[in-house]
Nanobody, 128 residues
């Protein structure tokens, strides 16, 4: 089992940047795919970005491609989301998730229901 704690959210003007962090407990962090999702009021949770166990492969939602970068440091049990060029429509609670599918599964998933563990979320608000 893994516990996830997000940090780094806040209020920023449009065009600004934020870096979210998600710290994981436990000694098996490198065995998890990691993903970032977000949920705006009245909307469903949506995929933002995900990264493979080694960090060598990443996937992004079209809405953030070219602006956001996901990365991970397995030595620090942490996954990051660097967000540049923020827009008001990026306003949401951002959650990190851990996908514990078996090691022979190599495909990154963008489906929230396939992530087994979630953090409590961190609020990102972008003003226009």
């Amino acid at each position: 089992q893994v516990q996830l704690v997000e940090s780094g959210g806040g209020l920023v003007q449009a065009g600004g940047s934020l870096r979210l962090s998600c710290a994981a407990s436990g000694r098996t962090f490198s065995s998890y795919f990691m993903g970032w999702f977000r949920q705006a009021p009245g909307k469903e949770r949506e995929f933002v970005a995900a990264i493979s166990r080694s960090g060598g492969n990443t996937v992004y939602a079209d809405s953030v491609k070219g602006r956001f970068t996901i990365s991970r440091d397995n030595a620090k049990n942490t996954v990051y989301l660097q967000m540049n060029g923020l827009k008001p429509e990026d306003t949401a609670v951002y959650y990190c998730g851990a996908d514990s599918r078996p090691p022979w599964i190599a495909r990154i998933t963008t489906t929230a229901t396939e992530y087994d563990y979630w953090g409590q979320g961190t609020q990102v608000t972008v003003s226009s």
